[in-house]
């Protein structure tokens, strides 16, 4: 019988072989058993200041696309049953640090149902911008004229029989451009609660002040917030505002650019065209009156401006339920028009 004999190399390959084949099942051992578990993490699970951070970035949101519904499902996700108290320390943490997400935050708060008089004051200010300046035009000097003793110092000597006939050149003046008007601020828009026109009667009309088209320093009043109740809606605190369920009213209330109130005069026009007066709508209440308005009277479709200066408009606010589609319901309206300055 013939001995069969392993060399020392193929020992190697064997032990070669073994290892590697031993790193390939530790690997894939590894593989199964350490294997990352990623666990789902909702907006309610984030730290405070991350959700103080996702509040502004939903106000951020709502102040450029105006859906309050959205909003709505958006601060739902925090899961947070205090949402409004958060929001108002919130505005008043972001004011404190003179950050203009403070006036986004307080929108969306005095949206969805907020009545702290800071954020209420706050949501009727304008949303601060930059005012554009004129760049002061230099004057184009006229070009000095041309003499004929300087033509002689640049003209080559001619002979005496050569006549030398100088040219003449006429100065042109240019014309001095103009400054154009500075282009208009952009104005934020109405708060409307809820939101408008889907959640408003249909008869209801917003037209706002052309501002383009105003002078520089010309003041406007401006449509800045609008809640519509009736008594089949209990949403956006109705129940509990001037009124209360079964009120009928139209709330009017003046207010500056700080959002202080104001004193102003109505321009209420009838349907026969003449001017509502003193006792159709009431005289002018007190700054201490219990609706904090400044006009409080039935509720009617007559189109509502501020005297004094430029106004927006706002008409057909009737008795009529958008919930229950009919009319004669006990409906109410709280508007708020702000002194601006173009």
């Not at 590697?20 to 730290?47: N, T, Y």
């Not at 479709?301 to 057909?316: C, K, Y």
Request: net charge neutral; aromatic share 6%.
């Amino acid at each position: 019988m013939t001995e069969v004999r392993l060399g020392p190399r193929i020992f190697l390959l064997f032990i070669a072989v073994g290892l590697m084949v031993g790193i390939v099942i530790g690997l894939g051992i590894a593989r199964l058993m350490l294997r990352p578990q990623v666990a789902k993490v909702e907006i309610s699970d984030l730290s405070s200041s991350a959700q103080d951070d996702y509040v502004v970035l939903t106000a951020s949101t709502y102040a450029y696309d105006n859906d309050l519904e959205r909003a709505r499902e958006r601060l739902a996700l925090l899961k947070d049953p205090q949402i409004l108290d958060r929001m108002d320390n919130l505005v008043k943490a972001l004011e404190g640090n003179k950050r203009l997400d403070a006036v986004y935050v307080a929108r969306l708060a005095a949206a969805i149902g907020s009545d702290d008089s800071t954020v209420m004051a706050l949501a009727a200010t304008s949303t601060p911008t930059a005012t554009p300046t004129l760049v002061p035009t230099n004057t184009p000097t006229e070009p000095p004229a041309i003499t004929t003793s300087t033509l002689e110092k640049s003209v080559p000597t001619r002979s005496a029989s050569t006549s030398l006939k100088t040219p003449t050149r006429t100065p042109t003046r240019r014309p001095t451009p103009k400054p154009t008007q500075p282009p208009a601020p952009p104005i934020a828009p109405p708060v409307w609660i809820p939101s408008f026109p889907s959640e408003w009667p249909g008869g209801t009309n917003y037209q706002p002040v052309n501002v383009a088209a105003l002078a520089p320093g010309q003041e406007f009043w401006h449509l800045s917030r609008a809640q519509y109740c009736d008594v089949d809606d209990p949403r956006n605190n109705c129940p509990n505002l001037p009124g209360g369920s079964t009120g009928t009213n139209i709330y009017i209330t003046l207010v500056d650019a700080g959002g202080n109130r104001i004193s102003g005069t109505l321009i209420v026009r009838k349907d026969d065209g003449s001017l509502a007066g003193v006792n159709d709508l009431g005289p002018q209440k007190s700054a201490t009156d219990m609706c904090a308005c400044n006009y409080s009277y039935l509720a009617n479709h007559w189109p509502i401006q501020i005297a004094g200066a430029p106004s927006d408009t706002v008409s057909g606010l009737g008795l009529y339920s958008v919930r229950e589609r009919r009319p004669q319901a006990h409906t109410r309206y709280y508007l708020t028009f702000q002194l601006l300055t173009r």
